[in-house]
């Protein structure tokens, strides 16, 4: 397949749909409408401007916008880059390539960028959504869960927005499984946000796709996260919140998902633990179904029935926790102070300096005894997470 021939042809409908939804004021329903009235959207833009103000109703301001849509600036700038950027397809409620998932939801996205060698999303796509500043256990069960999936249904596509914490440990965990994984993003293909996920961002690429409903120059507002995450509950059969503060705007996917008709997760957490307050209000509000292993999540999707003979490729119960529980007790007051930043999540060496005070060449050698004993496991570039999940009930 040759690049120029990942474009529409100029007869496709979605540049129809792109020229249309670049109008302010008008949205996929709109558009629907109106084109269901003309008969395509093709012919919708043939349409003089006054027939569309006797016979379809609209004000004269609209209608003039309507009859010039593909002779505007924005709009020819627009097919241009779409044209010269290598790898975007662009996709339309018409095109045979638009996710049949997402057509199913009130509001479908008018046009969809899709660039990566994932050509659609026919397979099964389940999201992971959660906070920006998740906590190590956060971390740790959303790897758990992907690789479970991944292992028990290795098909399966996990689609998420590409932001810091829980997102980027999702799609990070199903490249490294093998699993296609879809990024769904605020802005335009152009704008990967947060900056330093442009390495994660094109390893997505060559197993996934990234996507947005944006054109390709918009910058990642803030006004366009939930409008985004819309499309993340859109295009899955179910969404999980592995971790989530009172106020994360994981709750807002959530939200989107019950109003699709989408099955909602949550993974419990501490009562204690402010990290853990939005999923534990999603499970006490009966807004989420309480899971503990990929298996809650896939019977509940009747991918296999609780009945089942069918041998997993690994035992549920004995992953569940898939972590060694250690009491702080036992550890040094250095030990103490390094695994606790830990476990709020602080990773980076320079990062773990700071919250710790502890002197670096004291820092380092307690890192390193803390990982021959199996307690934290080191990852390139000064990065250390922990090995283990910390009881702090008697702490």
């Known amino acids: 397949m040759t690049e120029?021939?990942?474009?529409?042809?100029?007869?496709?409908?979605?540049?129809?749909?792109?020229?249309?939804?670049?109008?302010?004021?008008?949205?996929?329903?709109?558009?629907?409408?109106?084109?269901?009235?003309?008969?395509?959207?093709?012919?919708?833009?043939?349409?003089?401007?006054?027939?569309?103000?006797?016979?379809?109703?609209l004000s004269a301001k609209l209608a003039g916008l309507l009859a010039k849509a593909t002779?505007?600036?924005?709009?020819?700038?627009?097919?241009?880059?779409?044209?010269?950027?290598p790898g975007i397809r662009l996709f339309c409620p018409d095109s045979s390539g638009y996710p049949l998932s997402l057509k199913q939801i009130s509001t479908p996205p008018s046009v969809l960028y899709w660039q990566g060698e994932l050509e659609n999303a026919e397979s099964p796509c389940l999201a992971f959504?959660?906070?920006?500043?998740?906590?190590?256990?956060?971390?740790?069960?959303?790897?758990?869960?992907?690789?479970e999936l991944a292992q028990a249904v290795p098909e399966m596509i996990i689609v998420s927005g590409l932001a810091k914490g829980i997102d980027t440990v999702a799609h990070e965990t199903a490249l490294e499984c093998g699993l296609k994984t879809i990024a769904v993003l605020a802005g335009g293909l152009?704008?990967?946000?947060?900056?330093?996920?442009k390495n994660l961002a094109a390893e997505i690429l060559k197993?996934?796709?990234?996507?947005?409903?944006?054109?390709?120059?918009?910058k990642p507002l803030a006004r366009n996260f939930p409008i985004r995450n819309r499309v993340i509950s859109g295009l899955s059969i179910g969404i999980v919140v592995t971790e989530a503060r009172k106020k994360s705007g994981a709750k807002i996917t959530a939200a989107f998902a019950l109003e699709q008709n989408r099955e909602v997760f949550a993974l419990p957490g501490r009562v204690d633990s402010s990290a853990s307050s939005g999923t534990n209000s999603l499970i006490a509000r009966q807004h989420a179904k309480l899971i503990c292993s990929a298996r809650d999540i896939l019977e509940e999707l009747s991918f296999f029935s609780t009945t089942t003979t069918t041998q997993l490729p690994f035992d549920f119960e004995t992953t569940q926790s898939g972590l060694k529980k250690i009491n702080t007790v036992d550890l040094s007051e250095i030990q103490k102070k390094i695994v606790l930043a830990l476990n709020d999540g602080i990773e980076e060496i320079?990062?773990?300096?700071?919250?710790?005070?502890?002197?670096?060449?004291?820092?380092?050698?307690?890192?390193?005894?803390?990982?021959?004993?199996?307690?934290?496991?080191?990852?390139?570039?000064?990065?250390?997470?922990?090995?283990?999940?910390?009881?702090?009930?008697?702490?």
């Open 4 to 57: 120029n021939a990942l474009q529409p042809a100029d007869s496709d409908p979605a540049w129809s749909w792109l020229a249309l939804s670049l109008i302010s004021g008008i949205g996929y329903k709109k558009i629907r409408q109106l084109s269901e009235h003309a008969g395509s959207v093709q012919e919708l833009l043939k349409t003089p401007a006054e027939i569309l103000v006797s016979k379809f109703q």
């Open 71 to 85: 002779q505007t600036h924005s709009f020819l700038i627009e097919k241009r880059i779409i044209g010269e950027t």
């Open 129 to 147: 959504v959660g906070s920006r500043g998740c906590t190590a256990y956060g971390k740790q069960q959303t790897r758990r869960l992907v690789k």
């Open 190 to 197: 152009q704008h990967i946000y947060p900056p330093e996920n």
């Open 207 to 218: 197993n996934g796709a990234l996507v947005s409903e944006f054109p390709l120059g918009v």
């Open 350 to 395: 320079d990062a773990i300096h700071s919250q710790t005070k502890i002197e670096m060449n004291i820092l380092l050698a307690t890192l390193l005894e803390l990982e021959l004993a199996g307690r934290v496991d080191s990852f390139g570039g000064q990065i250390y997470r922990l090995a283990v999940e910390l009881d702090l009930s008697t702490n």
